[in-house]
């Protein structure tokens, strides 16, 4: 894709959890595409997370991996604090990231 095709939204970023495959890399993808710096958010597997990464920005886009666990509240807490000091102010939250748990809503734990 020819980077004349990237809409730059002027420092506009989105942050897409599991964002290192499935749908998840593929909302990021998108989201690249359309002028967004994407933070790409994984937990185990840093590789396919740069792998996404690599093809945002040879399609003209901007991104970078960002490690946290989705169910580490002092994570999350680190990850949305380095953001908002980061000079792309967050626009998206794809909230992608999740297991399977069979059960009725009000019967899981927090954890």
């Known amino acids: 894709m020819s980077t004349s095709n990237v809409i730059h939204l002027n420092g506009k970023s989105a942050l897409v ?16 595409r359309d002028g967004y710096h ?7 597997n840093e ?21 946290f666990d989705i169910a580490s509240e002092p994570e999350i807490v680190s990850a ?5 000091k980061a ?5 998206v939250l794809v909230n992608n990231a999740g297991i399977s748990e069979d ?9």
């Open 17 to 32: 959890t599991g964002g290192s495959r499935g749908i998840g890399a593929a909302i990021a993808e998108t989201l690249g």
């Open 38 to 44: 994407v933070y790409v958010n994984y937990v185990a």
């Open 47 to 67: 590789a396919r997370a740069i792998e996404v990464v690599k093809k945002i920005v040879d399609g003209g886009g901007s991104a970078e991996p960002l490690r």
């Open 80 to 84: 949305f604090e380095w953001i908002a």
């Open 87 to 91: 000079p792309h102010a967050l626009e």
């Open 103 to 111: 059960g009725l809503i009000l019967r899981l734990k927090k954890e």
